[in-house]
Structures are given as C-alpha cells and as structure tokens.
C-alpha cells in the first residue's frame, strides 16, 4: 500500500480556507512557516513540488541567510530551505457531490487544495477507528493543522483550555469539507487526535528553542519562526511556572515507565491489524497483535521484557481467561482513556462494551454434559409450572367457597404462603 514520509517544512500561508491555500500553491518563495518536523504528524505529507524546493535551494545558495520576501516584525525568517523528501501517496477513494466515487493518489497538500465537491471517504473498523489509506491521509491532515499556530496558539495551557470556538470553526471550515465525517464520535476522535499533536509540537518547539543557560528575557527574544512573540511568551510562562514544572515532572516519570516500544511505526496496530484481517480471512485479538507489534524484522522481540510479556499473555490465554483478563493480569489494570493493545482512539468502558456486545452475540455448540444438564434444568422448571397450576387451582376452589377470587398474577409463593395459612398444605401436589 502507498506510504509517505513526514514533512519537513510547512508552507508559507497555512490557512484553514483552500482557496488561500491554492493562490499560495505553487508560487516560488521560501517557506515561512516553521521548518522542523513536527511530532505526532503521519506519513504522507509533502510540502513543496520538485521544482519549488530546486527554486528554494538556489535562492537560499545566493543569498544571505535571511534574506528573501519581507517579513512580519515578529516572525524568525527560515533558517535552512525545505527538502523533498518523498514522491509517494495515499491511495484513497474520493466521493464527489453527485455520489460517484474515484480512487485517487493524493498527498496532504492535495487534500488541502482539494476541489470543494469532493471529499475522502474514510473506512471504520468495529472499535470506531479509522483504518485503511485514508487513516493515513487523515492523521498526517490533523497533524498539519494541529501543529500551525495560526490555527491552535500555544499559548494555552492545555488542549482542554483552547476555546470551543477554534475547534467548532476548525471542524466545520477545515476538517469535514476535506473528509465523510458525520458521526459524534468522529468529531471526537478528530479532537483527541489534533490535542495530542499539538501537545506534542508544543513539547518539541519547547525543547529545541528553550535554553536553560539563558535568562527568561534572553530566552522570550528567541521566539520561533512562525510563531508571534506574545504567544511564545505566553507558552514560556505557563511551561516556567510552578504548575508547567509540575506537570512535566509527572509525564517526564511516565514517559520513563514505558520500556517496551512497539514496531509498527507511524502505521496505528488499527491499520496493521485490519490488513492482517483482509489478507488471513480471520479475527485478530488484542493477545495475537502484540508479537507482531513488539517484534523486528529480523523476528526478535525489541526487549526480553517484551518477550516475556508475551509468554505471560500466551499462558494466561491457554489456561482460559479471556483476552481481557489476561492482559490485566500480565500488564495490571487499565489506565483511563486508553485501551493496551488497541491503538489510539478506545476507551476502557468502550471495549468492555463492544466485547460483552460481540460475546454475547456469537453462539457456540454445546458440549453433551452441557446439554444434559440444560435438558435437566429444563425439566425442573417444567415440573414446577404443572405444580403451580395446581395449586393455584387449588387455591381457586378455596378462595371461591370463601367468596373470593384469586387474582391473575399471584406468584407461586404467594399461593404457597396462603394456603399454610389456610392449614391445607396435605393438599399441596409433592
């Protein structure tokens, strides 16, 4: 399946409109937007044609660092020019307005420009992930938008405190113009996804541009390219403060405690375990996806820890519990809002409930002792009916000659506990 690596420079106007976007496109100029790689974003992004980044190599070997169109006062200009570096695509299916569909190639940078009567259809696997090329695409377009600040300021604290506003207008300008996205929960996952690479951008811009043997005035002077002065000091005044210290402390620790790094790449185990579905003709559970995630090309695990989490899984399989217990009883009890094994996107009360749901509707042929023992069973609650209908004519013929009627829905106890008051409990049916 077509891949993509990721981008190494952004675009100079990365608007959230396509039509600024497409008077940008294809004007020789040097990028202006942050040139670094951002974490978190998917393969598949490719900024500048060939020719472009040929024009940019040969503007930036004849003139002075720095030079180039005017600048805003308060944006770095580029220091290094974008390089190419890959030609690949993602193979998608696009639907147009009047319902046909085309599978087309397209990069990120296309799906920006792409035409307003079209959009990429997205495939969903039961858990509610988006799976396929199209996956591809989509995180790699979230990634781009996620980690522009003009778009998302990082100067807010968290990915919670950015306004409802930016998202709303966001989701209904940017995203589901581009992508078939109907559903709540697509909106859901669109939001989770650009939060966490922005949070990420934001941890990198920090880490790269923030110097500890400089003062704090020093440090707010050496603002990003792409990035305005104010919102730098913003974002250094939160990540200084006695809260920032904290929080980085506690994802610091967290960070450290996970020694076991899986395989698969930018490729999400979602994507990896749907085309294993497709190619075997089979289920995949959560206990057969980690060898495959947590192992090298060469067929040895990444650790021996991993390796021995996976005989652990396989013993606690083999002695019966189901892949849920296992993995809680390998890996510990699980975390809030995310699911071992499962890949971005699931919730713990979310597959609890798509497992009891797929449990309980497959059906499984009985052994003979379990069939003896339903038809045992079966027996015993037909007994008990002929008993209570005869008691309760029983109890009929005694409320009548009392000048009573017995009502329609007295329950079998009811009728027992009243003919002991009665004294006529010879007359119960052994």
């Known amino acids: 399946m077509a891949r993509t690596k990721r981008f190494i420079a952004r675009s100079q106007s990365t608007s959230s409109t396509a039509h600024a976007l497409e008077d940008h496109i294809g004007q020789p100029s040097i990028?202006?937007?942050?040139?670094?790689?951002p974490i978190g974003t998917s393969q598949g992004i490719d900024t500048q044609p060939h020719e472009l980044a040929?024009?940019?190599?040969?503007?930036?070997?004849q003139s002075p660092q720095g030079?180039?169109?005017?600048?805003?006062?308060?944006?770095?200009?580029?220091?290094?020019?974008?390089?190419?570096?890959?030609n690949k695509y993602w193979v998608v299916d696009v639907v147009a307005d009047n319902g046909l569909i085309d599978e087309e190639r397209l990069r990120v940078r296309d799906v920006l420009v792409l035409p307003r009567h079209k959009r990429v259809v997205l495939e969903w696997n039961e858990d509610k992930q988006p799976v396929g090329d199209s996956c591809g695409l989509l995180h790699g377009f979230l990634g781009h938008i996620?980690?522009?600040?003009?778009?998302?300021?990082?100067c807010f604290d968290r990915w919670p405190n950015v306004p409802p506003v930016y998202k709303e207008n966001t989701w209904k300008s940017t995203i589901k113009p581009k992508f078939v996205l109907e559903s709540e929960y697509h909106y859901n996952y669109c939001m989770q996804n650009m939060g966490k690479k922005w949070k990420d951008n934001r941890y990198r811009i920090c880490h790269e541009f923030y110097k500890k043997d400089k003062t704090y005035e020093q440090n707010i002077e050496n603002y990003p390219q792409g990035i305005t002065r104010e919102n730098w000091a913003g974002f250094l005044q939160y990540r200084l403060s006695e809260k920032g210290k904290r929080y980085s402390?506690?994802?610091?620790?967290?960070r450290k405690k996970q020694k076991i790094p899986h395989t698969l790449g930018s490729k999400t185990i979602a994507r990896l375990k749907r085309e294993l579905e497709i190619r075997d003709g089979k289920k995949y559970s959560r206990g057969e996806m980690y060898p495959i995630a947590h192992t090298k090309r060469d067929g040895n695990f990444v650790n021996e820890e991993a390796m021995l989490k996976n005989d652990?899984?396989?013993?606690?399989?083999?002695?019966g519990l189901s892949d849920e217990e296992a993995y809680v009883h390998v890996f510990g009890k699980e975390h809030p809002g995310r699911v071992r094994g499962m890949g971005f996107g699931v919730v713990p009360s979310q597959y609890r409930r798509s497992s009891n749901s797929s449990g309980s509707s497959s059906s499984t042929v009985p052994t003979p002792a379990e069939y003896n023992a339903l038809k045992e069973e079966l027996e015993s609650i037909k007994g008990k009916m002929v008993e209570?209908?005869?008691?309760?004519?029983?109890?009929?013929?005694?409320?009548?000659?009392?000048?009573?009627?017995?009502p329609s829905n007295f329950s079998f106890n009811q009728c027992k506990d009243i003919l002991k008051l009665l004294n006529i409990e010879e007359c119960l049916v052994k």
């Open 249 to 254: 402390a506690i994802n610091t620790a967290n």
């Open 312 to 319: 652990q899984l396989l013993t606690q399989m083999q002695e």
């Open 146 to 154: 996620a980690c522009d600040p003009k778009i998302f300021p990082i």
């Open 54 to 61: 040929v024009q940019q190599e040969k503007i930036s070997s």
């Open 31 to 37: 990028n202006h937007g942050y040139n670094s790689n």
């Open 388 to 406: 209570y209908d005869m008691m309760k004519e029983q109890m009929a013929f005694f409320m009548q000659s009392l000048g009573a009627q017995i």
């Open 67 to 86: 030079c180039g169109p005017s600048q805003p006062s308060n944006e770095r200009p580029p220091t290094n020019p974008p390089k190419r570096t890959c």
